[in-house]
């Protein structure tokens, strides 16, 4: 079954910092143009980070750009998405995704003190 995964996920305070992990199963992950997308209650899904198939392309949304790194670990068939100086406002849904996935579950990201 072709899908992403995402994890790490969690509660913590104002300044704080998460790593976001989005393992593919079913296909090769290096093959393909990765997504981090996040969804906050009563908000639309944006679009947080993007890296390209080999890395060398990489797209932030000013609100996480100089905050946020999104990465590759191809050995592990897995991106990451590197969160630092977490803010209120970041807490959301989090998601990945690939042109031949569909949504998964996405990990909550919770940031308050």
């Known amino acids: 079954q072709v899908q992403l995964v995402e994890s790490g996920g969690g509660l913590v305070q104002p300044g704080g910092s998460l790593r976001l992990s989005c393992a593919a199963s079913?296909?090769?992950?290096?093959?393909?143009?990765i997504s981090w997308y996040r969804q906050a209650p009563g908000k639309e899904r944006e679009l947080v980070a993007a890296?390209?198939?080999?890395?060398?392309?990489?797209n932030y949304a000013a609100s996480v750009k100089g905050r946020f790194t999104i990465s590759r670990d191809n050995a592990k068939n897995t991106v990451y998405l590197q969160m630092n100086s977490l803010k209120p406002e970041d807490t959301a849904v989090y998601y990945c995704?690939?042109?031949?996935?569909?949504w998964g579950q996405g990990t909550q990201v919770t940031i308050s003190s």
């Open positions: 079913g296909f090769t992950i290096s093959n393909y143009y």
């Open positions: 995704k690939a042109s031949i996935t569909g």
């Open positions: 890296i390209t198939k080999g890395g060398g392309g990489i």
